[in-house]
């Protein structure tokens, strides 16, 4: 009888926790409370989904790691894929390599040139793909390419062999100004957003190589059946930009959905900037732990 009372009064103070001090809230578009397990139903559905992260945020990639599994459980064997901002294209082969079993963590760190916080926030995403036998796909362009376009706008790319461009999206790349993203980055760098981005002209083109190289290959990694969830800044899918702007160009018909992840001081409701953000917003405590 006692044990029965002290489990009671412990799903109560659980209950009461889960509802006052919630590690995150989850919302729609528009700003209503979702459910995290329609929301799931919702991207067993999609082709590609988009996961907007901030990339110190240690709530956004746990998250990441539970959407990851349980949509693996939503999906027959082979149907779900991961794509990582976080790996440029020359390194596919390492990460083939590790997913199959061949390559071990060590030599991944010093072959593949992870992210300084890759032992913490991206190693439990290879390895439950490695567990799983679930591919990954490093969708990002080089980072020699983006910074010579950063310096010296996309002409930069106009003498590259076929070997290195093999690793971008198809060249000449159409930048297109007017998009929110950039127009944005136009005011933050440039002070202006006139035609061609003003004075960001170039940082501009530097990121818009990222997000068409990075929706190049979540088009050419995904298979017919299958969801390919891919995780990157926000900034390169927000408002359904960046990324997703390029993968309309490049493959309209694709059922693309979108996740962002936003902190808050308050969790009770999405703030009015947030709105429209994303299909689906997830909002974290402000003072949430950070990884760096």
Not at 163 to 178: E, G, I, N, Q, W
């Amino acid at each position: 009888m006692t044990r029965i009372i002290c489990l009671a009064l412990f799903a109560c103070l659980l209950t009461s926790f889960t509802g006052d001090r919630p590690a995150y809230r989850l919302f729609t578009s528009s700003g209503q409370p979702a459910d995290y397990d329609q929301m799931l139903d919702v991207l067993a559905q999609a082709d590609v989904v988009l996961f907007g992260e901030q990339h110190n945020d240690v709530l956004a990639h746990w998250l990441e790691l539970q959407v990851a599994k349980d949509l693996q459980k939503r999906k027959k064997p082979g149907q779900l894929v991961l794509g990582m901002e976080m790996f440029e294209r020359d390194v596919q082969p390492l990460l083939a390599q590790y997913t199959a079993g061949t390559l071990p963590d060590s030599a991944l760190e010093r072959q593949a040139r992870p992210w300084p916080n890759y032992a913490t926030d991206y190693r439990p995403l290879l390895r439950f793909a490695r567990a799983n036998q679930v591919a990954v796909v490093g969708t990002n362009a080089p980072h020699p390419f983006v910074r010579a376009v950063s310096r010296g706008s996309l002409k930069a790319l106009d003498q590259l062999p076929a070997v290195d461009r093999a690793l971008l999206a198809p060249l000449p790349l159409k930048v297109d100004y007017d998009l929110p993203g950039y127009k944005n980055m136009a005011a933050m760098f440039g002070g202006d957003s006139k035609t061609h981005g003003g004075g960001a002209q170039n940082i501009i083109q530097a990121q818009a190589l990222r997000d068409a190289t990075m929706a190049h290959f979540i088009r050419a990694s995904r298979q017919e059946g299958q969801t390919l969830l891919h995780f990157n800044g926000s900034y390169h899918s927000d408002h359904h930009d960046g990324i997703v702007a390029y993968l309309r160009q490049y493959a309209p018909r694709l059922r693309v959905k979108t996740l962002s992840v936003v902190s808050q001081e308050q969790l009770q409701q999405l703030d009015k900037e947030q709105v429209d953000l994303a299909d689906f917003v997830v909002v974290v405590p402000a003072d949430a732990g950070k990884s760096y």
